[in-house]
């Protein structure tokens, strides 16, 4: 008596499942598709994509890195924000670092010359920290500004000292008996950003070795609240594909860029202005330049001759 | 315009918008859910399936179908991902793995989500179309089929019957969910969301490289993947890709979809318990609670405490540009507050504070709004729950509604808050207890604590977002976050429905002088306040150990 009733209920469910799943699952997406094959929404349907002489270079939604086989930047064109999709750009593998806010602890390489290759197999990691540090100082050296940034070394890595001895009441090592630069490795930097801490002389770190039973204080320095490198410069995106950059980085850029192409930098900053989107609305999303576009204009009016 | 002012009108702009759509929106699903005609179309799949749309169940019969739909439901989407290399559409991918399969089949019929695979190098267009998007319509039903069951409860008396369930997951999906995701589908479109079958297609870049740039029926996915408070993206980045999110206004859009639906289903309990009254008093206490956690989310965000955030000088970390900061944080605050999970930024990435928001947000279990109809019950609960607290006060039987809260109802209101918790932190425990849990870790120290709890709270309150560092395609986290989300789903629907049951039967109590009232501001902060005290007693040891041990110096 039981049984059939059961047996009944899911059947009934089965039957629900499938009607369901032809109407949600194939006539309304056919539907949605149906629409976009409308003249002004194909385009978009497809992709958004962008041609040039008849060969698609890209998407107007979809970032592109600029930068030579081995990574290096091509002085002719803007650069996109740093990418974590993939080897970079790739919309085969989307996302983000997922690095937090206090990720300011390298994981030193056993072999410095070697260090893609033990980051790729994991054995080695640049903190978050570091990783802006050093793209700032990559960034600053390219378009001639300070890299500089607070908790950044001047050697680009990020100013964390790990503070060795005694606790006191509140946790804190106010008479240290060993003091380490845990993200300058030994042979890597000549000497640590500081001398000495709190009378300790600063030691070079040493792969291998575990500094996490000391006391880890990020070291501010004297570097501006907003350094001449822009957030975005510095920073992956959530995406790892995003199409833009901020109207600042995309301004930083125009000078190397003029010279690169042999025109001047008023040239570059009005195409800039040309590609600049604002806030919709007036309040909706945030000033932005599409990279892609921009270096396509670019390319169109003062074609690079390297 | 600064950054602030442009990110309170955009906050101001959804507020206002959603108080314009609440009522008609409301209305009409009162109207869907009450009414006695049934549609040609709709008459057609109840003979196919078999079912009589007279007949009306008893909670126990109700609670039946509900278990029967998501059991099939769950192994159907298991074999279509396992089968997938048969079937067309698949892009060349190979069956999902089986922990992996179990576990998506499980996140998505329990409107969860959780994603421990990449979508662009995992499923074929006809799994997500076919298997992922039909779940996203039929999950966001069921919870709205629950919660129109429970405030039948409230509404009627003297009866053991709350409505048919194939009734209302019908018309939930084909007169609610359908016809919205259609439109918005579109505008999304218009914006540059894609919809076509394509393999990926090859580009060749400016500086020469080959770049894929992928295809896929994206457009109509992301309408329900927000309207239904799913949160499944299409890609691995979610909100994130420009495919799925491609401007600063469809990011409006997105965010106006996944809140319009539980904003306006207070609307049609109080239409159904014929007060209109009450149902403002619960949509006060969501919109009170929601509007100062997104005060919060922001300051935290744009004030960008911590050393890397310092470093950046602002909170750019796994944010779009076009999005910008203060955007995304609007997105964090209600993707967690409703149970949706998407994702336009990387909170994993956020201010420790910050982060903590998103958490806390979760942790007052998907109520202020929560997700398609699980944010009314849920609430609900919350309102049984106070009124029997000031019951206790007064030293007098606790009514709500016209409805007796006596030992029978608030065990099972009692039963439902604890479910989560014991998922939540018995899940973590066992997990950061060995190798098997602790490995899957990113980031070090309380941060890496912090993935885990994230990812247990994701999970028992099915909202499926993540602090996406945690490598949780392991058989250990599919399996255990798989049994997080089912016991975090369908036992407390068992406990509504039963609660609804309790109800239905009893007659009602005429209002006297000693009754509380539930439609007054006086009612409105007490129900907001047992939230945030229940919700802080639970989890404030599990949050000290993470993000407060990480934010506060």
Known sequence: MRLPSLIRRHLAAVRALLVLTVITGVVYPLAVWAVALLPGLHGRAEGSRIERDGKAVGSRLIGQAFTDPRGNPLRQYVQSRPSNAGSGYDPASTGASNLGPEDVVDTLPRNPADKAREIAARTARDSLLTQVCARSRAVGALEGVSGARPFCTPGGVGAVLSVIGPRDREGHVTRPTRVVSVNEQCGVVSRPFVTAYKGVRVECARAGEDYAMGEMVPVRGGAPARPAVPADAVTGSGSGLDPDISPAYARLQAPRVARARGVSTARVLAAIEDNEDGRVLGFIGEPRVNVLRLNLELDRKYPYRG | ?553
Request: proline share 4%.
């Open chain 2, 1 to 553: 315009m600064s950054t602030t002012v442009a990110g309170v009108l955009f906050t101001g702009s959804l507020v206002f918008a959603l108080a314009v759509v609440h009522r008609p929106l409301g209305d009409y699903m009162y109207r869907v859910y009450t009414g006695t005609r049934h549609a040609r179309v709709e008459r057609v799949i109840y003979r196919l399936v078999g079912a009589h749309p007279e007949t009306e169940q008893t909670w126990a019969s109700y609670a039946r179908s509900v278990l029967a739909f998501s059991a099939v439901s769950v192994l159907f989407l298991y074999g279509l991902q396992r089968l997938q290399n048969h079937l067309l559409l698949s892009l060349g991918f190979k069956p999902v793995m089986t922990h992996q399969a179990w576990n998506t089949a499980i996140s998505f019929v329990t409107n969860t989500n959780w994603q421990s695979y990449s979508g662009e190098s995992t499923m074929g267009h006809l799994v997500q179309m076919a298997g992922l998007a039909v779940q996203n319509f039929v999950s966001a039903a069921v919870g709205m089929a629950v919660a129109i069951a429970l405030v039948r409860g409230f509404a009627r008396k003297g009866t053991d019957h709350l409505g048919n369930f194939w009734v209302d997951l019908v018309r939930g999906t084909l007169r609610i969910l359908l016809p919205i995701a259609f439109v918005g589908a579109i505008i999304l479109m218009v914006g540059g969301a894609v919809q076509n079958f394509h393999d990926p297609h090859t580009a060749q870049t400016l500086a020469g490289a080959k770049q894929a740039i992928t295809g896929g029926p994206v457009a109509s996915q992301e309408a329900i993947k927000e309207l239904g408070t799913n949160g499944g993206g299409f890609y691995n980045a979610n909100s994130a890709h420009p495919f799925e999110n491609p401007t600063a206004w469809t990011n409006w859009l997105e965010l106006f979809l996944l809140l319009m639906i539980a904003f306006s289903l207070p609307r049609t309990f109080g239409r159904m318990v014929g007060n209109a009254r009450q149902g403002h008093a619960i949509v006060a206490v969501m919109a009170v609670l929601a509007v100062t956690s997104v005060t919060l989310l922001s300051f935290f965000q744009l004030a960008h405490h911590g050393t890397v955030p310092t470093a950046i000088g602002s909170s750019m970390e796994g944010v779009e540009t076009r999005f910008g900061v203060a955007n995304s944080a609007t997105f964090a605050d209600a993707t967690t507050l409703t149970s949706t999970g998407a994702v336009n930024s990387f909170h994993d990435s956020y201010t420790s504070l910050g982060g903590m928001m998103t958490m806390f947000n979760m942790m007052l279990g998907e109520v202020v709004p929560g997700g398609t109809g699980s944010g009314l019950y849920g609430m609900l609960i919350l309102a049984v729950v106070t009124v029997f607290v000031a019951g206790l006060m007064v030293g007098r039987t606790p009514e709500y509604l016209g409805k007796k809260i006596g030992s029978r109802e608030i065990k099972f209101a009692a039963a439902y808050f604890l479910i989560t918790p014991v998922c939540v932190l018995v899940g973590t425990a066992v997990a950061m207890a060995g190798t098997w849990g602790r490995g899957g870790m990113l980031n070090r120290g309380a941060h890496g604590l912090s993935e885990v709890l994230y990812a247990f709270t994701s999970a028992s309150n099915n909202n499926g977002s993540a602090f996406a560092g945690l490598t949780a395609s392991t058989p250990f986290y599919d399996t255990a976050l798989g049994l997080a989300m089912a016991f975090g789903r369908f036992l407390p629907m068992i406990f509504v429905l039963a609660l609804a049951g309790s109800l239905a039967r009893q007659g009602r109590t005429p209002v006297s002088e000693g009754t509380l009232p539930t439609h007054r501001p006086q009612f409105v902060g007490m129900v907001a306040g047992v939230t945030v005290v229940l919700v802080a007693l639970t989890y404030l040891p599990a949050l000290a150990l993470g993000p407060l041990a990480e934010g506060v110096r």
